[in-house]
């Protein structure tokens, strides 16, 4: 059994749809889909492909870490408090435990995503 992972991006297979909780819901009627690639067997770090159609919402990290790298589309992230930065293909980015702010969805967003930590 080999120690790698490969993301499959041309061929992710099914993914796992949904929708925003709807106390989180702030603007339009964006949809996920979730493609699980890997995880460690307690679970605590896991990854994989998640993408988002247009739309707002409330993003509240909890006690994880997540390290995102954007394939595709355009977002913008904004902080509570604080700026609000842009996000589209090649940008990379770590949210640290305990942020909040809001994920507005302008174009369809892929992203890479791995997170550590309990949620």
Do not use: H
């Not at 902080?79 to 293909?89: I, L, P």
């Not at 090649?90 to 992203?111: H, L, N, Q, S, Y």
Request: hydrophobic share 35%; aromatic share 12%; proline share 5%.
């Amino acid at each position: 059994m080999s120690n790698l992972t490969f993301f499959k991006l041309g061929d992710l297979g099914p993914g796992r749809e949904s929708l925003p909780v709807p106390e989180r819901l702030l603007e339009g009627d964006p949809r996920f889909t979730n493609w699980d690639v890997d995880q460690t067997a307690d679970g605590k770090l896991r990854t994989g492909v998640w993408q988002t159609t247009p739309g707002t919402l409330r993003s509240i990290k909890g006690g994880v870490w997540e390290f995102c790298y954007i394939l595709s589309g355009v977002s913008e992230l904004v902080e509570d408090g604080g700026k609000t930065y842009r996000v589209q293909a090649g940008d990379a980015f770590v949210m640290k435990p305990d942020w909040v702010g809001v994920w507005r969805c302008i174009e369809t967003t892929r992203k890479i995503w791995t997170i550590y930590g309990s949620a």
